[in-house]
Structure formats: structure tokens, C-alpha cells
């Protein structure tokens, strides 16, 4: 119990000492600093692990290192020590661990065969190279053999060995004949991986005697060659005239004729094999087969697809060649040899096993004493390899302790590091397939602040531009930088500056009074030093009167003005430019201080003059358009455009140059303003032409820069103001020889695609580019600011690498050359990329929420360190939801909502929210992989708010002075209800709104019962709901209390009246008496009488009477038709037919329309009736039983019954 409680408890320390781990101190690359800094060594520069030398030569195994002081360097040889003085034919190059080992006055290159080791060491450590295994090139003589010639039927297959000699390196080996001409190859003959030359079955034409193999030894530039082999093939008439030669002529004789056999594989033999390959390594498997016809190879990989961009087949596909293979290309690759008469076939095992390769090599730290930090050393491969630790180049195990170091299998953990604890670490990484060895030093310094950058250094900027003042330092533990105003200011503070982490003081936006003196101060507990700067602000340069389009006749006179303001102590200068280059040598363009002439203008001048203003500190710049026209033309003249020019001919070829020579065609009386040279490739793009240059129109010759590797065409296109001509007939072709490319590849990038991965791109160069034949591209990278090598790959005319194993997300350092068969291309700039992104690690901490009101709240939280995001940072992604009501206990769906923020932002708002509501939210930060891990939930409340609505309002029940109310509670209620209010009034037949009545009930209540109501009213609800916040949006509603009995009497005798037949006759005697008056007063009117017209009537609607439901005979039911917007509004006359169909009144009633049905009539001065068909219109109901109209003829009668 006790055993497995340390074991915790030392867990636990180290995880505390892991999460004190401090980023260690960048040194800044100033000589005069890193002259003075004491530092252990760095192997800079070794010969490589197995380095094969010319035996004819001196040997020179490299090993340069640098250090503070200068280290010493030693020698191992095959693990022990190796006295260099003791052996005259050896000497080390002063300063230096490189050493020389004489060969060419007597040494003997065998002699010195073995494995070496450099160590280079000061005061600080020692620093150790790799293992250097020497061995010389050995290109040894064919072994003599006696070679029968070779005697085989025709159609037969037929193996010619090579076996050359064993050499280091292996030789290239390739077969000739004596004229030192290569053997033709196809797919029937063919040279196999082993430098045998395969027949898949022979011919008449294949007897010869001179079948050579040479091989080639490149270290030593020398070439061995074989004995020739003869060959001898019997065709079948050859064979049977031989035989019937030798027979008499009874006998039967005849050989068989050539037979078609199905295809047997040659090499490799069996059914099966297998194949072991080193991950990176190219993969070839080889398959050739015999038969007749000739069989066709294919190739396959059973239970899967042949790798994409890496998969290549050479030597008439008899070989698959993968690139850059790892384990996913382990399997069985099967190859299926056919011809007509069958197939046969063979399956290679493949395992691609793989030599250690980092995932994360050590890397230099420097420390202050008493501060922490980890040196990390991962690597992989196939089987995993074997990390050990060594010390100074001795095994940690058994060097001097150090009680600042603990070692954790592949990370070596420092705490409260001391000077002493300085010393330089190997970490190797080993399985049976090779090794990895790295140094990595630890660096303790305690160093007083030093302010790098000069005293009194003078900074200039431009007004309204940033201002970023240097402080360069160093010092040991790290300084803090302050900043002043002035000598004697305070400390610099606020939003308007900008404090960096390398020192730098930026001002955004530099003002007039920014202008001064700045004083940095750097201090740590060693010290303390400060330095200042001069910064001064100057005007903005500005053109304060533009050049303006001109539109000039030809031979005409125009200028260009270009006035400038600019600051005192700037000295401008200005430069003029035509169509964006300079101003052609011709003393017609004449500059002034501001401006430009340009005299007896030609239609060459057309184009855009620019006027470009610089200072040491800015640069501004104007442009104008110069149009040149022509006087207008007499009419007699037509203008055309150009023919096409003819006789080209080509001069003076050179290998980069060519001079094009035409004779220009008729330009139909408009001048040629230029000719345009074009080009066509007829080895790379035959049939397209492609603009070359442009030459004024009074030039009839041009030099032409050429490129390599192209055969060209050339055409002349003539220009004149009406446009361009047809393209001259083309020249003849001339090819240009083959060269170095001259350029790189464009737009190269690096982006991991996985999180150990590293996907390198780039533009592939065009046909007319690559400048020779066999266009490859040598990719390079390395891991930036690590002290590693370059790693190189040569791949084909693709545009893409994946590099794999590499750690996560770190910076590279990469560049992609082209190179063809004749060499490379000029060396290509570095770009920077990054291996793959991998999810981020932490999540946010301390995520605070603050609540703002009911419906919006305010949530913080602390940036996640940038190490830890392990990508390029995105932002960062709020999810909240709601968990339940606080009204209301019953959950619901959650439906989680998502904000996101972007960049490095440490708080967001988040609107919509539900008022008296509990919420749930996390915080992740995002970058190019995905999210990372979710921040504990953080519970929130929101505040109570106002109610909606309630959900309906229902009127029921209706009687002579009650009504019955219900309502339901709202759907939101945004807190706990308090109170329900209900207001209502009466509505006359005018729309006026009566008196309002409040009425305030309790929240429980979801109905009410309205007494002591006038009947026959209308009235017009309005209830809402209230929190302790406030009253919610209302819903309103309006109904009718219904009329008494003996109103209801009264009605129905005056439907009866009105319907008797001595009621109809009185009234048609009332219509004739008026008729015969009328006319009475229109005849005297005629006669010239004047008769005063007194208008007494106003035209009006009849009343209706409503009939009741025959059912039961009560009112019908009140329904609003209102809308909610006019839940206030008077009711509109006319706007809806009320459903209590009460009588209706009107102003007025003495009028004929109350005898007819439906007519609005009415008569105008002269007595003459005119009358209007209209449908009945339908009026509000009267208030009650007030009425200020005048009582009609019906009611008139009817109150006498």
C-alpha cells in the first residue's frame, strides 16, 4: 500500500513540475551579443553516416561546430579513442574538427576503413556527431568466364546474364553493342532489375554477336565491360532446309513451325515472393514473362487500390514503382503477365517496415537559474525504436548527477536549474533499421538586461500612419520593457499604444504630438538599463492639382500639371510614366518642376501619363489619359484596317536570341501604329499563339529573346487607329537547345492535411518552362528554427509532396527547385508552412456569465494558451440552451444555439434570450481542425420580464345586462403572474368610446361574470396580464348584451304594419299628391314664375328591421372581425354587419326610398325624380335607445298603433 502511494505522490509532482514549465528565452541573433554569451557547442556541419570516399583521393570527414568559448575537438574510431598526432598521414583543419586524411602521397584508403566519431567540447558540454562509417568505392573487374554462344529456335524465350561484379556502391549496369550503341528495348526484350537482358521470346532479327553488359561504377568514374555474348536464332525454314539436306527424298521431314505459347513468368519464379521495403524508400517489384504473342503485364493490389500520384510503371510496365511508401503500402501486389492464349501470375508480399524518424527532436534551451523546463525527444518507425539519453555524449545513466534533471522516458524535466546544471544532451532513437541522434543543449544563464537596439536611434513617420519604436534586449532571467515619455515622463499606458512582446513601443496612429523623445527601460533582478529613441512626425505628402484627361489633335501641343504640397524637410521628387513605364527617351517630352509638355504629339503619345511624388517616408501618385485623334478626314478618303505584312524572315540565331524581320502591308491611309509579334511552341502547344512583343509601326525588325527548348513560329499582326490586321503568314520553324531551367515553381505553400502531416504544393512550371526534357522538381524542408538539415526528395511533374511524421502544427521551412535532364534551376527562395492542425487541447477557463436584462447577458472567459491550440486560431464558439421556465417546471426539447467569435476575443453578448429562464453554456475554442474540448457548464438565471398576451379571450352567455368573460393564461408568462386587468366601455352608434371601467383580478382566475350592463349595448373588452415587473401586451374583444322583450314586441308589429294593404295605399296616395305638385311647379317655373326651393330632406338609407333566428328566436351571436392593431379604434361605419341584427336608424326618414325596396332616391330643383339602384347598406346598431334623428313615416305610424 505504502509502495503504490509514492508512486502516486511522485506522479503527482511531476505533473506539477510539467505544469510550471516556462517558455525558455529566445536569444536574438545580434553578433556583438552572441560573441559575448557563453554557450554550449552545436555540431553545425558532419559528414554523412555512411560516407562512401574515392580511394584515389584524400579523405575528408567533416565535423564543424560552433560555441562561446570555441570548442576543442576529438576523434573516436570504432569506439575508441583516435590520436590524431600519432598518425602523419592524418591532420585536423585549424579551428576546426574537420580531418584530412592523406591518401594521395602513400596512405591507404582500406586502412582507414571504420567508424568514426566527432566531439566537440567546452566549459559548457560536449556535443557529439553522428557515427561515420567510411568505407571506399570498390569497382572491381568481371571475373573471366567462358561464354558458349547461344543457339535457340525462333519464338523461344531467352535469359542473357550479367552477374556483375560486386561493387560499393552497386553498379549501373545498361547493354550495348561494339559501336558503344544501346540495345533497342520493347516490350518483348527487355532489362530486369538485376541487369539481365530478358527475351519474352526471340527473332531472326536478334541473332548477333555482340550482346555486351558494361557497368558503371560512378564513384570512381570508371566503366567494366563483359564479354560479348553471341546469339544465334533458327528460323523454322532456315531448320528445315538444313534437314532436307541431310534426308533422301523418301523420307519424311519438317520441322514444326513456330507454335504460340500461353505466357510463363521468367523472374520472378514461383507462384509467390516477398519483398521487405524502408518506409520513404521507393518500392520496385518486377515482373517479365515468356510467350508468344509477347504477353501484356498488368498490375494489381488485391483487397485494395494502387496509391494515386505515387504509382508508376516503367520498362514496358514490367515494373511498379511506388514513391515514397509507408505502411499503408504494405500487401500483396499481384502481376498478371496475358496474352491471347492465356495468363499467368505472381504474388509479392509487400512489408514496408520503417527506420526511426521524429515526431518531436529535442530542441536548445536556454534558462535563468531557478527556472524550469522539459526536453522532449519522440520519434517512430517500424518496429518502434529504442529512445535513449546521453549526457555530454556519456550514457545518462552513468554521468555526473545533477539534481536539477529527473529523466522520464522520452522527456528530460529541469527544475530550479543552476549555471551548473548547463550541459549538451544527445537523444537516440534506434530499432534494427538505423538510428536518429540529435543534440539539444541546456543553457543556463544569469545575464543583466542589454538594450540592443542604438542609443538615440532616429525614427521618422509619416502623420496618420503607425509608429513602431524598437527596444531590442536581452538578459537573463527575462527583462520587463517600460516605456516613458521624455526623460523625466511617466510610464507609458493606455489604448493608443501597442506594447510588444520583442520590446517594440507601437503607436497606431501617430499624431504631430506624438513627436519626441522615448526612453525604454529594461530591468531584471540583475540589473537594470534604458535607452532612447527619437521619433519625429512629418506631413503627408498630397498633390493638390491632378494631371486631367486630355483629348489633343495629332501634331498638336498638350501638358500635364502635377502640383505638390508637401512637409518642409522631405525633398520630393517626382517621376512621370507612360502606360506604367518610363517616358520615351525623345526631346519632344519636355518635364518641368510641375509638369509635363509634350509637344507635336503623335499617336504613339496616346496612353495614361501617371505622376508619381516620393519621399523617403511616403508616395503618392495621379493619373490622366492622353487620347490623340486625327484631324477630321475628307470624305473622299476610307479608311481600313492594315493588310497583314509578309516576307518574314528570321537572322542571326543564337541560342537566346533571334532577330524577326517583315515587310509591313498597305495601311489604307491610316499610319500603323505598331506591330504585334506573336509566337507559336510546336513542341508543347501546337496550334496556339501567344503574345511575344509589340514594336512601333515604324519598325520593320526586332531582336527576339528566346527561351530554350522550343520551336518556334513567328507572326507579325499589324495596328492602326481603325484596328489590327490579319496575322501574317507564319515563318519557319526554329528549335532552340535545351538549357537549365531558369525559374521555380510559383506559389508554393506548405499545409498539413493530417496532424502529422506536412502537404507541400506548388504551381508546375509550363512546357515552354522546364527548358529541356526530364522536368523533375527537388523538394526540400526542414523544421524552422530547429538546427536541423535539409531534407530533400527529387519527385517527377507533379505538383504536390506529403511529408509524414511530422509533429503537430510547427512551423517548416520548405523550397521546391526544378530541375530537367541537363541540371537545376537557379537556387529557390525559402516559404514557410505548417504541418497539420490537430484539435485544440484545453477549453476556456474562468467563463463567467453577466446577466443584462431578461432577454440579453454577457458571457467572458480567459484565452486558452496559444500552445495549446495546436492550429492556426479561429475564435471561439459559445453554446447555450435553455434548461427550463422558471414559471413553468416542465422541460422542453433543448434546442442548443451556437455564437461564434472571432479571434482571440474573451467575451460575447448573447441576445434573444428567454425571460425567467434557466440556461446552460459552454465555451470551445476553434481553429482549422475542428473544436476542442467544452468548458464546464455554466448555469445562468435571466430576471423576471412582462407577459404576453393571454392566450384568448371568449364572451358567452349574453343577457339583458351581463356578459360572461373567459380568458386563458398566457403562453410566455416571463415570470410569476401578479394580476390579470380587464378594461372595458361602451361603444355608441356614433363609434364613440363611452366611459372606461378598470377592473383588477387575481391571476388564479381565468373567468368573470359582468353584471349591471345596459342592454342592447355594445362593449369593448381589454385584458392583459401583469409580472412584478410590469403588464404585458393586451387582447381584446367586443359583445353585445341583447334587447328586452317588449323592444323586441315593438319590432315585430312593425314589420306587421308595414305590410297591411291600407298602409300601401296611403302612401301611394301621399307619392301622387307630391307628383302632381311637382308638376305643377315646374310649369309655372317654365312660364317664367320663380318658385324658392326650400330643401327640407336629406337622402338617406332605409331602416331595417333584423329578423330573429327562426330557431329559438333570440339574437344571433356577436363575433369581432376587428384585427388586433384596431383593438383601440372606434368601429368605421359600414365596416363589418353586426350579427345582433338590431333596427337600424337614420338621420332622417321623410323620404320616398322608406316605400320602395332598396331605391336611394331623391328630386332635384326642377321636380324631376332621379333614381340609383343600390344594394341595401347595412349601418352599426344605435347605443341603447337614444336616438337624436328624426322618427320616420313607418315609425311615425306605427306609434299610433
Known amino acids: 500500500m505504502m509502495k503504490k502511494k509514492s508512486i502516486y505522490a511522485s506522479r503527482a509532482s511531476l505533473v506539477l513540475i510539467l505544469c510550471q514549465v516556462i517558455s525558455a528565452l529566445d ?375 545533477d539534481p536539477s534533471r529527473k529523466v522520464d522516458g522520452d522527456t528530460i524535466i529541469f527544475s530550479h536549474v543552476q549555471e551548473r546544471s548547463s550541459a549538451v544532451y544527445q537523444c537516440n532513437a534506434s530499432n534494427e533499421y538505423g538510428y536518429l541522434l540529435a543534440n539539444a543543449f541546456v543553457n543556463v544563464l544569469a545575464e543583466p538586461p542589454r538594450i540592443l537596439t542604438p542609443v538615440n536611434k532616429l525614427y521618422q513617420v509619416i502623420a496618420d500612419s503607425p509608429a513602431l519604436l524598437d527596444c531590442a534586449y536581452f538578459g537573463s532571467p527575462k527583462p520587463e520593457i517600460e516605456w516613458f515619455k521624455g526623460v523625466k515622463g511617466s510610464i507609458l499606458r493606455g489604448n493608443e499604444y501597442v506594447f510588444h512582446d520583442n520590446g517594440t513601443l507601437e503607436i497606431p496612429v501617430a499624431q504631430k504630438d506624438s513627436a519626441g523623445t522615448y526612453t525604454c527601460v529594461a530591468r531584471n533582478e540583475l540589473g537594470k538599463t534604458q535607452n532612447e529613441v527619437q521619433l519625429e512626425v512629418k506631413d503627408p505628402t498630397m498633390i493638390i492639382k491632378q494631371p486631367e484627361y486630355q483629348v489633343i489633335q495629332r501634331y498638336g501641343q498638350v501638358s500635364f500639371e502635377c502640383i505638390i504640397k508637401h512637409d518642409s524637410t522631405l525633398l520630393p521628387t517626382i517621376i512621370w510614366l507612360k502606360d506604367n513605364d518610363e517616358l520615351p527617351d525623345d526631346e519632344r517630352f519636355l518635364v518641368g518642376k510641375d509638369n509635363l509638355t509634350i509637344m507635336n504629339v503623335t499617336d504613339k503619345d496616346d496612353g495614361t501619363y501617371t505622376c508619381i511624388v516620393n519621399t523617403t517616408l511616403d508616395s503618392v501618385s495621379a493619373s490622366a489619359v492622353l487620347t490623340v485623334v486625327a484631324a477630321p478626314p475628307t470624305p473622299a478618303i476610307i479608311y481600313a484596317r492594315p493588310n497583314p505584312p509578309f516576307d518574314l524572315e528570321l537572322t542571326g540565331q543564337l541560342e537566346r536570341s533571334i532577330e524577326l524581320s517583315w515587310i509591313p502591308g498597305d495601311e489604307n491611309n491610316s499610319p500603323i501604329i505598331s506591330f504585334v509579334i506573336e509566337y507559336e511552341d510546336g513542341l508543347h502547344e501546337p496550334g496556339v499563339w501567344h503574345y511575344q512583343t509589340e514594336v512601333p509601326g515604324s519598325q520593320t525588325t526586332v531582336q527576339l529573346k528566346l527561351s530554350p527548348y522550343v520551336n518556334y513560329s513567328f507572326r507579325v499582326i499589324a495596328v492602326n487607329e481603325i484596328g489590327r490586321s490579319q496575322p501574317s503568314e507564319p515563318s519557319e520553324q526554329y528549335l532552340t537547345k535545351s538549357a537549365n531551367p531558369d525559374e521555380n515553381p ?261 373567468s368573470l361574470i359582468l353584471k349591471n350592463l345596459n342592454y342592447s349595448t355594445r362593449y369593448k373588452f381589454y385584458i392583459n396580464a401583469q409580472t412584478s415587473v410590469g403588464s404585458g401586451s393586451q387582447i381584446t374583444e367586443e359583445a353585445v348584451t341583447i334587447m328586452d322583450e317588449g323592444k323586441m314586441a315593438m319590432a315585430s308589429r312593425q314589420v306587421d304594419i308595414a305590410t297591411q294593404g291600407w298602409f300601401i295605399g296611403l302612401m301611394c296616395a301621399v307619392a301622387l299628391l307630391i307628383l302632381i305638385l311637382l308638376i305643377v311647379c315646374f310649369i309655372r317655373r317654365n312660364k317664367g314664375g320663380k318658385y324658392p326651393v326650400k330643401e327640407k330632406e336629406d337622402a338617406h338609407a332605409d331602416p331595417e328591421i333584423q329578423p330573429m333566428k327562426e330557431d329559438d328566436g333570440t339574437f344571433g351571436e356577436y363575433r369581432s372581425l376587428e384585427s388586433d392593431a384596431e383593438d383601440h379604434k372606434p368601429l368605421k361605419k359600414g365596416s363589418r354587419t353586426p350579427s345582433d341584427r338590431t333596427v337600424k336608424k337614420e338621420d332622417s326618414d321623410d323620404s320616398l326610398v322608406d316605400y320602395g325596396e332598396g331605391v336611394n332616391g331623391q328630386f332635384n330643383e326642377d321636380g324631376s325624380f332621379i333614381g340609383q339602384y343600390s344594394g341595401k347598406k347595412e349601418k352599426e346598431p344605435a347605443e341603447g335607445n337614444e336616438s337624436s334623428e328624426a322618427p320616420s313615416p313607418v315609425n311615425a305610424m306605427n306609434s299610433f298603433v
Request: proline fraction near 9%; aromatic fraction near 8%.
Open 27 to 401: 536569444v536574438p541573433l545580434d553578433s556583438k551579443l552572441l560573441e559575448e554569451l557563453l554557450q554550449p557547442p552545436t555540431i553545425t556541419q558532419q559528414s554523412p553516416k555512411d560516407y562512401i570516399v574515392d580511394p584515389r583521393e584524400n579523405i575528408v570527414i567533416q565535423c564543424e561546430a560552433k560555441g562561446k568559448p570555441p570548442p576543442s575537438f576529438s576523434w573516436t574510431r570504432n569506439g575508441t579513442h583516435f590520436d590524431i598526432d600519432k598518425d602523419a598521414q592524418v591532420t585536423m583543419k585549424p579551428n576546426s574538427g574537420t580531418l584530412v586524411v592523406n591518401i594521395m602521397n602513400g596512405g591507404k584508403a582500406e586502412a582507414y576503413e571504420g567508424v568514426y566519431q566527432c566531439t566537440a567540447r567546452n566549459e559548457r558540454g560536449a556535443a557529439i556527431s553522428n557515427n561515420i562509417v567510411i568505407r571506399p568505392s570498390r569497382s572491381p573487374l568481371w571475373t573471366k568466364e567462358k561464354l558458349e554462344p547461344n543457339q535457340v529456335r525462333e519464338g523461344d524465350s531467352l535469359v542473357l546474364h550479367c552477374r556483375p561484379p560486386v561493387g560499393l556502391p552497386p553498379p549501373i549496369i545498361f547493354w550495348m553493342d561494339n559501336a558503344f550503341q544501346r540495345l533497342p528495348q520493347s516490350e518483348r526484350v527487355s532489362q530486369g532489375l538485376n541487369g539481365d537482358l530478358y527475351f519474352s521470346n526471340v527473332q531472326p532479327e536478334d541473332t548477333r554477336e555482340d550482346y555486351i553488359c558494361y557497368a558503371r561504377f560512378n564513384h570512381t568514374q570508371t566503366i567494366q565491360q563483359k564479354q560479348p555474348i553471341s546469339v544465334k536464332v533458327f528460323s523454322m525454314d532456315s531448320l528445315n532446309d538444313t534437314i532436307a539436306a541431310n534426308l533422301s527424298d523418301t523420307d519424311i521431314y519438317g520441322a514444326k513451325p513456330v507454335t504460340e505459347r500461353p505466357p510463363v513468368l521468367l523472374t520472378p519464379t514461383g507462384s509467390t515472393s516477398t519483398k521487405v521495403e524502408l518506409r520513404g524508400n521507393v518500392l520496385l517489384l518486377e515482373c517479365i514473362a515468356a510467350g508468344l504473342p509477347t504477353p501484356v503485364i498488368r498490375w494489381i493490389k488485391e483487397g485494395g487500390e494502387l496509391p494515386a500520384n505515387r504509382t508508376f510503371f516503367e520498362n514496358f510496365k514490367k515494373t511498379l514503382k511506388i514513391i515514397d511508401v509507408s505502411e499503408a503500402d504494405s500487401g500483396n501486389y499481384k502481376c498478371i503477365a496475358r496474352n491471347t492464349l492465356g495468363s499467368a501470375h505472381h504474388v509479392i508480399s509487400v512489408t514496408v517496415k520503417a527506420a526511426p524518424y521524429w515526431i518531436t527532436a529535442p530542441r536548445n534551451l536556454v534558462l535563468s537559474p531557478g527556472e524550469h523546463g522539459t526536453l522532449i525527444c519522440r520519434a517512430n518507425g517500424n518496429p518502434k525504436p529504442n529512445i535513449s539519453w546521453l549526457a555530454n555524449g556519456v550514457p545518462i545513466a552513468i554521468a555526473p548527477e
Open 746 to 1006: 510559383s506559389n508554393v505553400q506548405g499545409i498539413g492535411s493530417e496532424p502529422d502531416n506536412l502537404v507541400i504544393t506548388w504551381e508546375s512550371l509550363k512546357g515552354f518552362q522546364s527548358n529541356g526534357p526530364g522536368l523533375q522538381y527537388k523538394v526540400s524542408w526542414r523544421q524552422k528554427d530547429v538546427d536541423d538539415e535539409w531534407t530533400s526528395v527529387i519527385v517527377a511533374n507533379v505538383s504536390k509532396y506529403i511529408v509524414s511524421g511530422t509533429p503537430t502544427f510547427v512551423p517548416y521551412e520548405i523550397k521546391v527547385q526544378a530541375l530537367n535532364d541537363l541540371g537545376y534551376a537557379p537556387e529557390p527562395s525559402e516559404v514557410i508552412g505548417h504541418s497539420g492542425e490537430d484539435l485544440p487541447m484545453v477549453a476556456p477557463g474562468n467563463v463567467q456569465v453577466y446577466v443584462i436584462n431578461s432577454t440579453l447577458a454577457k458571457v467572458h472567459w480567459d484565452p486558452v494558451p496559444l500552445k495549446t491550440v495546436r492550429g492556426h486560431l479561429q475564435g471561439y464558439k459559445v453554446y447555450y440552451w435553455k434548461v427550463q421556465s422558471l414559471s413553468r417546471r416542465s422541460r422542453r426539447h433543448v434546442e442548443k444555439k451556437i455564437l461564434t467569435f472571432r479571434g482571440n476575443k474573451t467575451f460575447g453578448m448573447l441576445p434573444g434570450l428567454e425571460p425567467y429562464s434557466s440556461y446552460k453554456l459552454n465555451v470551445r475554442v476553434v481553429n482549422g481542425k475542428g473544436e476542442g474540448p467544452a468548458s464546464p457548464d455554466k448555469v445562468f438565471k435571466t430576471p423576471e420580464g412582462v407577459p404576453s398576451s393571454p392566450s384568448f379571450l371568449k364572451i358567452t352567455n349574453p343577457t339583458l345586462d351581463s356578459l360572461t368573460l373567459e380568458w386563458g393564461s398566457p403562453t410566455h408568462p416571463n415570470g410569476v403572474l401578479t394580476s390579470y386587468v380587464l378594461k372595458f366601455q361602451p361603444i355608441n352608434n356614433t363609434h364613440e368610446l363611452g366611459p372606461l371601467v378598470e377592473i383588477r383580478i387575481p391571476a388564479n382566475e381565468s
